[in-house]
C-alpha cells in the first residue's frame, strides 16, 4: 500500500469484470488519488443470505491514509483490495501506470 501510494495516477475510467462460482465481480478505477471501497450484495437464497426475503448490502471503504479498523465486511475486503494493487505494481513495473 505503502508503495502504491506513490505511484502516479490513472488518467482514464477502467471497469474490470469477471464471475467465478457463480460470483460476479466488477472493478472500477477511477482518476484520483488512492482510496479504495468494496461492497457486496448477498441475494436471498445465497449462502449468506439463506432465509432473507431482500437483497442484503454490505460495503467499506478507506481513503488516501491506512485504515485505522479492520474492515467489517472481512477478508474478502483485503484480498480484493490486494489484486488491485498486484494490478497497479505490475503497470507501474511495465511503465503503464497512468493507462498509457
Known amino acids: 500500500m505503502k508503495e502504491v501510494?506513490?505511484?502516479p495516477?490513472?488518467?482514464e475510467y477502467q471497469v474490470y469484470d469477471s464471475s467465478y462460482?457463480?460470483?460476479q465481480f466488477e472493478v472500477i478505477m477511477i482518476p484520483s488519488a488512492w482510496s479504495y471501497e468494496s461492497m457486496e450484495a448477498w441475494h436471498p437464497g445465497t449462502a449468506w443470505n439463506?432465509?432473507?426475503d431482500s437483497i442484503v448490502i454490505f460495503s467499506d471503504w478507506e481513503g488516501y491514509e491506512d485504515r485505522t479498523t479492520y474492515a467489517e465486511i472481512g477478508g474478502c475486503y483485503y484480498a480484493a483490495r490486494l489484486a488491485v494493487c498486484e494490478?497497479?505494481?505490475e503497470r507501474e513495473k511495465a511503465?503503464?501506470?497512468c493507462g498509457s
Do not use: V, Y
Request: proline share 6%.
Open 5 to 7: 501510494r506513490t505511484f
Open 9 to 11: 495516477e490513472i488518467n
Open 21 to 23: 462460482l457463480d460470483n
Open 50 to 52: 439463506p432465509s432473507g
Open 87 to 89: 494490478l497497479l505494481c
Open 95 to 97: 511503465g503503464n501506470s
